[in-house]
């Protein structure tokens, strides 16, 4: 594998379900983070971590609950979602916080029934 | 508060005619200011990055350039496979170091 991989790429669940997202990086980075696009509004960033800490939550409901065991490693725990919540969650990692390009993987399709 | 305004919305173009996609923002202090490409149902994929008012930078027949208000990605004799959407982000320097994304301009390019 290479660059930046997410599972699954695709995620029906219902408002009461619990699931998580995955995402790995094979870059050697130590920044990584969650982004969510919905139709028509630009990419929002969720959550940064830099050297697994988490240094940026941008007032994301605490229905997203994101996890990061190690440098290459990002989950996304979900629990009760709204419908509104239905989007492409996207992970992305860069060489350190602030100083680097971002690189994207393909994203997992969320659809909340 | 830091903003990111791309135009057009969306743009359609014949084979081989050139034209230019349009970033303006607002940042209290420039970092850099990002392109990515996204194809349908993919991630962003990585284009440039620029520093500072005049700098330009070129992959195949794309070339961006920045001044201290926007940023232009001029696409010089289009081919159907650059049909994508073109994302711009700004990174202030000195706050939260985080991407501010415009909507993005959707280019169709037709044989």
């Known amino acids: 594998e290479t660059g930046v991989t997410q599972t699954p790429r695709h995620l029906v669940m219902g408002m009461t379900n619990k699931k998580s997202l995955k995402c790995e990086q094979h870059?050697?980075?130590?920044?990584m983070y969650w982004y969510k696009q919905s139709a028509k509004k630009p990419l929002e960033l969720m959550f940064v971590?830099?050297?697994?800490?988490?240094?940026e939550n941008n007032s994301v409901p605490s229905r997203f609950s994101p996890e990061c065991p190690n440098s290459s490693h990002l989950f996304l725990h979900l629990h009760t979602l709204q419908p509104e919540d239905s989007a492409l969650y996207l992970c992305?990692?860069?060489?350190?916080?602030?100083?680097?390009?971002?690189?994207f993987g393909p994203g997992t399709r969320l659809t909340v029934t | 508060e830091d903003q990111v305004t791309q135009s057009p919305e969306a743009l359609r173009l014949q084979e081989g005619e050139s034209s230019s996609l349009n970033c303006s923002y607002t940042v209290s202090g420039l970092r850099g200011l990002f392109w990515y490409r996204q194809d349908p149902g993919k991630g962003p994929e990585f284009l440039f990055t620029?520093?500072?008012a005049g700098e330009e930078k070129e992959k195949e027949r794309l070339k961006a350039t920045l001044t201290k208000k926007e940023s232009f990605l001029h696409i010089t004799a289009p081919k159907p496979e650059d049909s994508a959407t073109y994302l711009c982000a700004v990174q202030a320097s000195g706050g939260s170091e985080k991407l501010v994304f415009g909507k993005g301009t959707k280019l169709t390019v037709n044989p």
């Open positions: 620029l520093y500072s």
């Open positions: 971590y830099n050297f697994k800490e988490q240094t």
């Open positions: 992305a990692s860069s060489l350190t916080q602030g100083k680097d390009e971002q690189y």
């Open positions: 870059l050697g980075h130590n920044a």
